[in-house]
């Protein structure tokens, strides 16, 4: 069983632009979400992160190629074509396409203009020349046009519909030389500029084209298909740019959309057939199980709420936040929130149906966040239809009450949202408002539009996902005994323990079998593994399970600060739990094991509960639990019980590829400790010590790399 590859990665380094970048990031969310992660990613990352495994599609926006070169050339470009030639996907859009190519002829001649060379990558054998039409100016729209394109239907033959023509935006981009020529050596036309050209395109006008690379699959473009019409700018500074660009491409966008998913599935991914709506951001409901606490902490953020026109705000440093009384609600309101940071939002002339229209790219941190703070009573299923608080207080109660944790600070206060940016960046990212926030207060939502994870990755947060964030006051004088880089792994462990005890009463859930990787992510065997215990199999009948059994299902991404005597963290955790997409769920788990589903409310309560009970033990005892002995019940006992990496055998990349064998963590700062194996796997003596912060572990392939 191959490793899933979840990850959609838009390089946004050095030579792209700000809004290619965003326009490729919105329409492949769109037509790949949830299945896939669409994360940009920088030129660091490609060159020194082990990124290949995990990644569906690289792709290279639109920008000035010869920025990537500077970049990309060298280590980053071997990475990229080992990555396709094993089976790795790539899209070039415009300066990616001109990157792509083995030569870039860009207005030859032209004095401050001209950029000649050969290139590195050399996935189409010939040259890409530009310009294909005239006027090009660097960060204007002088040049830009609706470039008509004839679709070639017989290469993109994808079982959907695939138009005989469409018109796409176009802005600097190149012509594929005598393409046709090359068909020889694996080339398809995939579209061909219908227009006469400015430049010389030899045999055919090819706008797009598709090669077989060793096991991969490469397409590049000169125009710009992944820019839809309703995300452009108005071109203030050239005549008639609605009226000649934008309303002829909004004309044809469903075609655009539709030449866009055969492109894509031709690249063997799975397209969504319906694009996915842009999500508006809901509001936020503060709650407790006692009304009365909510208003004792609307009360302590008196110092840092103001007063604009009788309304409240919080003012954060990367948020706003109104409070709301339950008697203000209106969908006006929000829809005035949404449509102040739209594109064109000043135009008094646009009907009610225009302005509400969110169907577009947002800058999520300017809508201002609506708070309810509900100190009356809990909210209703009609006010939250997706979160019941009533069913998650009580299974907290109950879960404290089994573990005799009358005084539970964790969940005590839960504030949720059925659609937010990240609950880690609500907290996290506004110092001033979690300044004022308890240890155990809890955000949680059911849909994430910008999940955050650990590094240049970011975690799917589909519905059907569990996404929530803990706040935690940690004290200095702690650090000796209780070192903080440990509470990633308590959250991790937390998260295996709360499923395997879900339900009390029943066993079965124990033997569920979930598992730790370091250094923060959660993997449960994939329900599809002949090695998966189904319901009365006998352990002897199964086989032993592999790394490749494995698929990632959540992971961990705990953020720390430092002021006076306490660290505050901010640990957020996300795991799939109905979403089978990505990879599978813990509900595909449950399924395969005969036993009933999870219900998100119950188990984020019994999360907590697990949570609160291994934070205390760990202040109390410490990693190794009372004189660093490490017993067979200490928190390094359990940890280790649950993690994938006992003995396992890896590469260190960073140490020449020598073999060692993963021996545990440290108990001081929780590096990973390998050991070096010599002669037919023979301890040498040799030990490294490596830091999480520093490593990625490719658990698949049994690689730690250095990050630098």
């Known amino acids: 069983m191959a490793s899933k590859r979840t990850n959609v990665l838009v390089y946004s380094g050095n030579g792209s632009t700000i809004e290619s970048v965003r326009h490729c990031t919105w329409t492949l969310r769109r037509l790949l979400s949830p299945n896939y992660a669409v994360i940009p990613v920088d030129g660091s990352a490609i060159v020194k992160e082990p990124w290949t495994a995990s990644c569906a599609l690289l792709v290279m926006p639109g920008g000035a190629d010869l920025a990537y070169c500077r970049t990309l050339d060298g280590e980053g470009n071997r990475r990229i074509s080992q990555y396709v030639n094993r089976g790795g996907n790539f899209i070039g859009f415009c300066a990616g396409g001109y990157y792509g190519c083995s030569k870039c002829e860009f207005e030859v001649g032209h004095k401050g203009m001209e950029v000649v060379g050969d290139r590195e990558l050399g996935f189409f054998p010939g040259i890409c020349r530009g310009l294909a039409f005239p006027g090009f100016v660097y960060h204007s729209e002088a040049g830009a046009r609706a470039a008509e394109l004839k679709v070639n239907k017989d290469a993109l033959s994808a079982g959907g519909a695939v138009p005989e023509s469409f018109r796409s935006y176009y802005n600097g981009g190149g012509v594929f030389v005598d393409a046709e020529n090359f068909k020889d050596r694996g080339v398809e036309i995939l579209a061909s500029y219908t227009d006469d050209l400015h430049v010389d395109s030899g045999e055919g006008k090819a706008a797009v084209v598709y090669r077989k690379i060793g096991d991969g699959n490469v397409i590049l473009t000169g125009p710009h298909p992944e820019f839809a019409a309703a995300n452009l700018s108005k071109g203030e500074d050239v005549p008639e740019y609605v009226k000649k660009v934008i309303e002829p491409l909004a004309q044809d966008d469903k075609q655009r959309v539709d030449f866009l998913k055969a492109c894509l599935t031709k690249l063997g991914l799975k397209v969504n057939q319906e694009p996915q709506a842009v999500p508006s951001l809901s509001r936020l409901h503060l709650s407790s199980s006692k009304a009365s606490d909510v208003a004792e902490i609307v009360s302590s953020w008196n110092d840092i709420i103001t007063l604009e026109d009788g309304e409240e705000h919080i003012k954060g440093e990367n948020d706003t936040f109104h409070l709301e009384k339950p008697s203000q609600w209106s969908m006006s309101s929000l829809a005035k929130a949404v449509t102040s940071i739209l594109p064109g939002s000043g135009d008094e002339s646009k009907t009610d149906e225009e302005s509400t229209d969110a169907d577009r790219i947002l800058d999520y941190d300017k809508v201002v966040k609506r708070l309810v703070a509900h100190e009356t009573e809990l909210p209703s299923t009609k006010e939250t239809p997706y979160w019941n608080h009533h069913a998650f207080f009580a299974n907290l109660e109950n879960y404290n009450r089994i573990d005799k944790n009358p005084?539970?600070?964790?969940?005590?206060?839960?504030?949720?949202?059925?659609?937010?940016?990240?609950?880690?960046?609500?907290?996290?990212?506004?110092?001033?408002?979690?300044?004022?926030?308890?240890?155990?207060?809890?955000?949680?939502?059911?849909?994430?539009?910008?999940?955050?994870?650990?590094?240049?990755?970011?975690?799917?947060?589909p519905p059907g996902s569990l996404m929530y964030s803990v706040v935690l006051r940690h004290s200095v004088a702690l650090s000796s005994t209780a070192p903080v880089v440990f509470v990633q792994y308590l959250a991790a462990l937390a998260t295996v323990h709360a499923v395997q005890s879900y339900e009390p009463s029943n066993a079965s859930y124990s033997k569920l079998p979930i598992r730790l990787k370091w250094p923060n992510d959660i993997y449960a065997l994939d329900p599809a593994s002949p090695c998966f215990p189904s319901p009365g199999s006998g352990a002897e009948t199964r086989p032993t399970p592999k790394p490749k059994d494995y698929v990632k299902i959540g992971g961990v991404l705990v953020n720390s600060s430092f002021q006076g005597s306490e660290y505050t963290m901010v640990a957020g955790i996300g795991v799939n739990v109905a979403n089978a997409a990505p990879t599978t769920s813990l509900n595909a788990l449950a399924r395969a094991a005969g036993l009933a589903p999870f219900a998100t409310e119950k188990l984020l309560a019994r999360i907590l509960s697990v949570f609160e009970a291994l934070y205390a033990r760990f202040c109390?005892?410490?990693?190794?639990?009372?004189?660093?002995?490490?017993?067979?019940?200490?928190?390094?006992?359990?940890?280790?019980?649950?993690?994938?990496?006992?003995?396992?055998?890896v590469e260190l990349e960073a140490e020449g590829g020598a073999r060692a064998r993963v021996k545990g963590i440290t108990r001081d700062w929780g590096m990973l400790v390998a050991e070096e194996l010599g002669w037919e796997d023979r301890p040498t003596g040799k030990v490294w010590e490596l830091m999480s912060d520093s490593n990625s572990f490719d658990f698949m392939k049994g690689l730690v790399r250095r990050k630098t």
């Not at 001033?432 to 949680?444: C, D, M, N, R, S």
């Not at 190794?624 to 928190?635: E, F």
Request: proline share 2%; aromatic share 12%; glycine share 18%.
């Open 407 to 461: 005084d539970a600070a964790f969940g005590k206060y839960l504030l949720y949202g059925e659609v937010v940016t990240s609950t880690n960046t609500i907290l996290e990212k506004n110092p001033k408002l979690l300044k004022h926030l308890p240890t155990g207060f809890t955000a949680t939502a059911t849909t994430q539009v910008a999940g955050r994870g650990r590094g240049s990755n970011v975690w799917v947060s």
């Open 620 to 649: 109390r005892e410490g990693w190794a639990g009372y004189g660093g002995n490490g017993g067979g019940n200490s928190l390094e006992a359990l940890y280790y019980a649950a993690w994938l990496h006992g003995g396992q055998v």
